[in-house]
C-alpha cells in the first residue's frame, strides 16, 4: 500500500492520551484519564471489520485487542502493522485482522490494544488515525490455511487483514511489476492462460485462481528487488505455504509476506531452442521496437540502442535461422536499423552470413516487417510482393524461396496485423466483451487479405505477430482457408504461449502452413526467452539496475521467438 503522509499522533506504551479539547466557553482543555493495559477494549476486531466490504463503525473512535502478526513500520514500507483476534467471532463472514496505521514501535507476537478512528482508506479497513498503542504482552495467532480457488460462497474480504497460509503449490503466473513494486502474481493449478487462446480456462476462473503478492513496500523501484537472491524469479516457477497478511490495494486484494517465500526453479532459462529438424530452419520474431533513430519507440541513449542490439544479435544467433521474419522494425529504409541489425549480426556468425529482402512495399507506419535469410541456404524465387489492399497499417511481406542445392520452394509471408489497443478504435472495432480487444474487426478483414495473398502461393507459410490469440477470429479466418498452425502440432498445451499480458500466457506470434508445406514441416518450438522473464532484464537503463544486464537473448524483447523446421529436399 502505497499511501500520502496523514497526520498521526502516537503515544508510548505508557498510556499517556492527547488532551481533550477545549470547552465550548473557550476554558482550559480537560485532562483525559491516559488509557493503559488494564483499560479494556470497546470492540472486537470482527466488529470493526464488520460483514461488508465497508466498516460499520467507519468514523467512530474504537478500542481493539489483538496479537501483533505482521510488522511493516519503516518509512519505506506501510508505516503501520496488523493485529488480529486470538479469540475470534463465530462468524465466517467477518476478518479478525485489522491494520494499524501506526509507527509505534511494535513487533510479532506483541498483544496489544489500540485506539483509533475506524476508516476506509481506499477499500482498506484500518485504524487512523491512532491515538493509543498499549504493549500489554505476547500472543500468539496461527495462520488460517487458505486454497485457492476460494470455496464456494467465501471470498478475500473476509479475509481482509489477517495472517494466512497457502499451502498448495502456487506458480508465479506474473512479474511485470517486480522490479517497479516489488509486486509478482500466483496462481493456483500451474499458470494462467487468455481465455481466447483455446486453453479451456474463463476469466472468472483465472480471477480465482490468482493472488496478488506484494513486498510490504511503498517505494518505487526498490533498492533490493524480492526473489532474485542468486537468481531472478521466472514465470512458471513454483511456491508452496505462502504465509502473510491479506491487505487491499489499488482496487486489488495482495499478500504481503511475513515469511519469505522461496521459488523452486520449475522454470529454468532455455538456453537453446528444442530441436526442429528438417534443412531449413524459419523464425519468426517481434524485436520490440528495433530503432537506429533515438527517443522514438526504442532507444533513448546511444547505450541503450548499444544494450538493445546485443540481446537481439543474441537472440538471432541463437536462433540461427535460414530465414527469419521480423517485425517491430524501424521503418526508416534499407540503410537503417534493418542493415544495422543484419550487419552486427554477421559480425557474430559470420561475414556475408545473412542478407535481406527489399520490402517493395514498406507502408507509413514507424514500424514494418522484414525478412532477414542466408544466401548460402536459400535463394530467392522472383520478387518480394505485398497485398495490394489498403486495410494495412504494416502491409505484409512475401517472399518465395528455394533451397541453393535444389528442392520445393515456399513462399514466406511475415505480418505484424493491428494491435489490441483501442486508441482511435469506434464502431465494429470497440473492444466487444468478446475478450478480443479493440480492432478486431479490423485484423478480421486483415486475416482475410493476408488469406488471399496466400492462396496464391503454392507453398505459403504465415507468420509473424497477429495480435490475435489462437481460438480468436482473425486465427479462425487463417485456419478456414487452410492454412494449419504449427505450434498446435509440436508444441505441448502448457508450453504454447509466446507472450504474457495482465499475468495471462497467450500466442500471439504465429507460424501457419498450407497444406502441402505442412506435410514437409518437422517441428515447431517457441524459445522462452522473453515473455517468462521480468521486464528489468531488459535493455533501458532507467528503473533497471545494471547489475541485472547481460549481453545475452533473455528479454531481448517482450515476446518469444517462434521458430520451425521444414524438409524441403
Not at 67 to 91: C, E, I, M, S, Y
Not at 372 to 386: E, Q
Not at 424 to 453: E, I, M, P, S, Y
Amino acid at each position: 500500500m502505497r499511501r500520502t503522509a496523514a497526520a498521526l499522533t502516537t503515544v508510548l506504551a505508557a498510556g499517556i492520551t492527547a488532551a481533550a479539547a477545549a470547552t465550548a466557553a473557550g476554558g482550559p482543555a480537560a485532562a483525559a484519564e491516559p488509557e493503559t493495559c488494564a483499560t479494556p477494549a470497546t470492540h472486537q476486531i470482527a466488529e470493526v471489520q464488520g460483514t461488508g466490504t465497508t466498516s460499520p463503525l467507519r468514523g467512530q473512535t474504537v478500542r481493539v485487542e489483538g496479537v501483533v502478526t505482521g510488522d511493516f513500520q519503516r518509512a519505506d514500507q506501510l508505516k503501520g502493522f496488523f493485529v488480529q483476534d486470538p479469540t475470534p467471532d463465530d462468524d465466517p463472514r467477518t476478518s479478525d485482522g485489522l491494520f494499524v496505521y501506526s509507527t509505534q514501535e511494535v513487533q510479532p507476537g506483541d498483544r496489544v490494544l489500540v485506539t483509533g478512528k475506524a476508516t476506509e482508506y481506499n477499500g482498506l479497513t484500518e485504524l487512523s488515525p491512532v491515538t493509543t498503542v498499549n504493549v500489554c504482552g505476547d500472543g500468539e495467532v496461527a495462520p488460517d490455511n487458505v486454497r485457492l480457488p476460494l470455496e464456494d460462497g467465501a471470498n478475500l474480504e473476509q479475509y481482509e487483514g489477517e495472517l494466512l497460509r497457502f499451502p498448495q503449490k502456487l506458480t508465479a503466473t506474473e512479474t511485470y511489476q517486480l522490479g517497479r513494486y516489488g509486486e509478482i502474481t500466483v496462481s493456483a493449478g500451474g499458470r494462467l492462460f487468455q481465455p481466447t487462446d483455446g486453453h479451456g480456462s474463463t476469466q472468472a476462473d483465472n480471477d480465482a485462481r490468482q493472488l496478488l503478492v506484494d513486498d510490504g513496500s511503498n517505494v518505487q523501484d526498490p533498492a533490493t528487488i524480492p526473489y532474485t537472491d542468486k537468481r531472478v524469479l521466472r514465470i512458471g516457477d513454483t511456491t508452496a505455504g505462502l504465509t502473510g497478511v491479506l491487505t487491499y490495494q489499488f482496487g486489488a486484494y495482495a499478500l504481503q509476506p511475513t515469511k519469505t517465500a522461496h521459488f523452486a526453479n520449475d522454470n529454468p532459462q532455455p538456453k537453446k531452442p528444442q530441436p526442429v529438424g528438417g534443412d531449413v530452419r524459419v523464425a519468426s520474431f517481434n524485436t520490440l521496437n528495433w530503432f537506429t533513430t533515438l527517443n522514438e519507440r526504442g532507444a533513448n541513449t546511444a547505450d541503450e540502442r548499444e544494450r538493445q542490439l546485443t540481446k537481439l544479435v543474441a537472440a538471432l544467433k541463437g536462433l540461427d535461422p535460414d530465414v527469419a521474419g521480423l517485425m517491430e522494425v524501424e521503418n526508416n529504409g534499407d540503410s537503417g536499423a534493418l542493415k544495422t541489425l543484419v550487419d552486427r549480426l554477421n559480425d557474430a556468425v559470420g561475414a556475408g552470413t545473412y542478407s535481406w529482402i527489399e520490402n517493395p512495399n514498406p507502408g507509413t507506419d514507424a514500424i514494418h516487417v522484414a525478412i532477414i535469410y542466408k544466401p548460402a541456404k536459400l535463394t530467392p524465387v522472383g520478387a518480394a510482393h505485398s497485398s495490394d489492399q489498403a486495410v494495412f497499417e504494416r502491409p505484409p511481406l512475401a517472399q518465395a524461396f528455394r533451397p541453393v542445392n535444389g528442392g520445393t520452394a515456399f513462399t514466406l509471408i511475415v505480418n505484424h496485423l493491428k494491435s489490441k489497443g483501442c486508441t482511435g478504435a469506434t464502431g465494429a472495432d470497440t473492444d466487444q466483451g468478446d475478450g478480443q480487444g479493440c480492432f478486431n474487426a479490423h485484423r478480421v478483414v486483415q486475416a482475410k487479405a493476408v488469406a488471399a495473398l496466400a492462396a496464391q502461393e503454392e507453398n505459403p507459410l504465415v507468420i509473424g505477430d497477429l495480435n490475435s490469440y489462437t481460438a480468436e477470429d482473425p486465427i479462425k479466418v487463417l485456419t478456414a482457408a487452410g492454412l494449419a498452425g504449427q505450434t498446435e502440432r509440436f508444441v505441448r498445451p502448457e508450453q504454447r504461449y509466446s507472450y504474457v499480458f495482465d499475468g495471462m500466457s497467450g500466442e500471439l506470434d504465429h507460424v501457419l502452413a498450407g497444406a502441402a508445406l505442412a506435410k514437409r514441416v518437422t517441428g515447431a518450438t517457441i524459445w522462452h526467452v522473453n515473455s517468462d522473464e521480468p521486464t528489468f532484464l531488459d535493455y533501458n537503463t532507467e528503473y533497471n539496475q545494471p547489475r541485472f544486464y547481460h549481453p545475452d537473448a533473455f528479454r531481448s524483447s517482450d515476446h518469444d521467438p517462434v521458430l520451425l523446421g521444414l524438409r524441403l529436399h
